[in-house]
């Protein structure tokens, strides 16, 4: 094994063939089962899923012989499905938790494990570090013993009934009928280009929104593990074949949805792309005001301010997290939350799992614009009206393991009284480094939890303030 085995903000994450190989995913599999043993929760059954990268079928179906060999039930995802799916399926069959073979939004030579706790939500860290404490365990034992892996053949798994292949939509649409109106939305004449981005999201809006007015036609909609010409990130850079068509055949909206379908990017009339904490702005106003539900919303820190904005217009609590849906499920849950989001574009909505969902995002976001008669460019300026212009951008750098325990020592061992001119107010490193400046702007230096990226994030009044912090942020890490 190259790597040790560590799950990072949302999963273990590897390269294919390198990382990420059979024995590594039986590995991991084990070490569910035995973490399932260890809390008692092995006589419940286990979801396993998968998305469209290279052999995620081969990865789940490895998966499902070692759950099965540990006298585990397993439901077996029939094909490439968003996790949000497999997420909602876990209550919805009383099951332990479930294995979601995906490296979400990473490039196609990457692969991944996801753990998912009984309520569908990303397992918590006291969990994971279980998980990987096993994974330790068997690592040591398969070195010195030979192995500490069970399996049961997938075929006489399937025979004794051990596994069983589940196809986990129809459920799940119907569970969205209690949230949309989609006979309202069926009704309008919205012209809508979605790109799944040869993900697992391909198919659910055109089968969610089928057999109406609407206009909807897919991009990118035919399984293929490279995802040629892009990485399957919903962000602008990613976006610009959904914008060109969005402009050139008159759309109302390009939606996008990650590798996974649990992030969503949204393209407004005019194919420019709304921010991730627009779009979460937006959805929180649309809860707020168009639904006139009432309740906390759950922030991560990486995102916009105009939540809690937000928050004190319409007089409801805001909390604010570390990076990563883990942290945001249970405060979610604790607080009864109408919404949990991060600048990822990820976000979660009260009532449904307390997972990342980027298809109920999206009918969210259309039934805003039908509720409201305005257009996405439209709905941003009525935002803008309430809370400010809010800017955000965030700059990515690849870095090794000593340059980043550099980065760690420059920024820990001062800290700027002013950055691009303005007084730095406050200081806070509960994720990173996030320096708050006198205009109500802000600058975040942090390292990803699942990739060797540094990541800088900044927000303020202009587009041009924000690209100047970016700037400053990146000579105090010394780029």
């Given at each position: 094994?190259?790597?040790?085995?560590?799950?990072?903000?949302?999963?273990?994450?590897?390269?294919?063939?390198?990382?990420?190989?059979?024995?590594?995913?039986?590995?991991?599999?084990?070490?569910?089962?035995?973490?399932?043993?260890?809390?008692?929760?092995?006589?419940?059954?286990?979801?396993?899923?998968?998305?469209?990268r290279f052999?995620?079928?081969?990865?789940?179906?490895?998966?499902?012989?070692?759950?099965?060999?540990?006298?585990?039930?397993?439901?077996?995802?029939?094909?490439?499905?968003?996790?949000?799916?497999?997420?909602?399926?876990?209550?919805?069959?009383?099951?332990?938790g479930?294995?979601?073979?995906?490296?979400?939004?990473?490039?196609?030579?990457?692969?991944g494990?996801?753990?998912?706790?009984?309520?569908?939500?990303?397992?918590?860290?006291?969990?994971?570090?279980?998980?990987e404490?096993?994974i330790?365990?068997?690592?040591?034992?398969?070195?010195?013993?030979?192995?500490?892996?069970?399996?049961?053949?997938?075929?006489?798994?399937?025979k004794?009934?051990?596994?069983?292949?589940?196809?986990?939509?129809?459920?799940?649409?119907?569970?969205?009928?209690?949230?949309?109106?989609?006979?309202?939305?069926?009704?309008?004449?919205?012209?809508?280009?979605?790109?799944?981005?040869?993900?697992?999201?391909?198919?659910?809006f055109?089968?969610?929104l089928?057999n109406?007015?609407?206009?909807?036609?897919?991009?990118?909609?035919?399984?293929?593990?490279?995802?040629?010409q892009?990485?399957?990130?919903?962000?602008?850079?990613?976006?610009?074949?959904?914008?060109?068509?969005?402009?050139?055949?008159k759309?109302?909206?390009?939606?996008?949805?990650?590798?996974?379908?649990?992030?969503?990017?949204?393209?407004?009339?005019?194919?420019?792309?709304?921010t991730?904490?627009?779009v979460?702005?937006?959805?929180?106003?649309?809860?707020?005001?168009?639904?006139?539900?009432?309740?906390a919303?759950?922030?991560?820190?990486?995102?916009?301010?105009?939540?809690?904005?937000?928050?004190?217009?319409?007089?409801?609590?805001?909390?604010?997290?570390?990076?990563?849906?883990?942290?945001?499920?249970?405060?979610?849950?604790?607080?009864?939350?109408?919404?949990?989001?991060?600048e990822?574009?990820?976000?979660?909505?009260?009532?449904?799992?307390?997972?990342?969902?980027?298809?109920?995002?999206?009918?969210?976001?259309?039934?805003?614009?039908?509720?409201?008669?305005?257009?996405?460019?439209?709905?941003?300026?009525?935002?803008?009206?309430?809370?400010?212009?809010?800017?955000?951008?965030?700059?990515?750098?690849?870095?090794?393991?000593?340059?980043?325990?550099?980065?760690?020592?420059?920024?820990?061992?001062?800290?700027?009284?002013?950055?691009?001119?303005?007084?730095?107010?406050?200081?806070?490193?509960?994720?990173?480094?996030?320096?708050?400046l006198?205009?109500?702007?802000?600058?975040?230096?942090?390292?990803?939890?699942?990739?060797?990226?540094?990541?800088?994030?900044?927000?303020?009044?202009?587009?041009?303030?924000?690209?100047?912090?970016?700037?400053?942020?990146?000579?105090?890490?010394?780029?």
């Open positions: 094994m190259t790597n040790p085995i560590k799950f990072g903000t949302d999963g273990w994450r590897g390269i294919i063939a390198e990382d990420f190989t059979f024995d590594n995913v039986r590995i991991c599999a084990q070490a569910v089962a035995e973490y399932l043993k260890q809390a008692g929760l092995d006589k419940q059954s286990l979801v396993i899923g998968y998305d469209t052999a995620s079928e081969d990865f789940a179906a490895a998966a499902a012989e070692v759950i099965a060999g540990n006298d585990i039930r397993v439901h077996l995802c029939l094909k490439p499905t968003p996790t949000p799916v497999v997420s909602f399926t876990v209550p919805a069959t009383k099951s332990a479930a294995i979601v073979i995906t490296a979400s939004h990473n490039p196609g030579s990457w692969n494990f996801k753990y998912k706790s009984q309520d569908g939500a990303s397992a918590p860290g006291e969990v994971t570090s279980q998980i404490g096993n330790a365990s068997l690592t040591l034992k398969g070195k010195e013993q030979g192995g500490g892996v069970k399996r049961l053949a997938l075929d006489k798994a399937l004794k009934g051990a596994v069983d292949y589940l196809d986990l939509a129809p459920a799940y649409f119907n569970h969205l009928g209690h949230f949309v109106d989609i006979e309202g939305l069926l009704r309008q004449k919205l012209n809508i280009i979605v790109d799944p981005m040869y993900g697992a999201g391909i198919g659910y055109k089968t969610a089928q109406g007015n609407l206009k909807i036609t897919e991009i990118n909609a035919e399984r293929n593990p490279s995802f040629p892009i990485q399957p990130e919903p962000i602008a850079k990613n976006l610009t074949k959904l914008s060109r068509l969005v402009v050139g055949q759309a109302d909206v390009g939606l996008a949805t990650d590798g996974d379908a649990d992030r969503i990017g949204i393209l407004d009339e005019k194919g420019q792309f709304l991730q904490h627009q979460f702005a937006l959805l929180c106003l649309y809860l707020l005001e168009v639904r006139g539900e009432r309740g919303m759950v922030r991560t820190l990486t995102s916009t301010m105009m939540i809690s904005r937000l928050g004190k217009l319409f007089d409801v609590a805001v909390y604010e997290t570390p990076v990563g849906f883990k942290y945001v499920a249970p405060l979610m849950m604790e607080r009864n939350a109408i919404i949990g989001g991060e990822s574009g990820g976000y979660g909505f009260r009532g449904h799992v307390p997972e990342r969902d980027a298809i109920l995002a999206g009918l969210y976001f259309l039934d805003f614009m039908v509720k409201t008669g305005k257009t996405p460019s439209q709905l941003l300026d009525y935002l803008y009206s309430k809370v400010g212009p809010h800017y955000y951008d965030r700059r990515d750098f690849h870095i090794s393991a000593a340059k980043r325990q550099t980065i760690l020592h420059r920024l820990g061992s001062s800290s700027p009284d002013a950055i691009a001119s303005t007084k730095v107010t406050r200081v806070d490193t509960t994720d990173g480094f996030r320096f708050f006198g205009d109500d702007s802000w600058l975040l230096i942090r390292f990803s939890g699942t990739e060797p990226l540094v990541r800088i994030y900044s927000e303020a009044e202009s587009l041009e303030r924000a690209e100047a912090l970016l700037d400053e942020g990146k000579k105090l890490i010394g780029l």
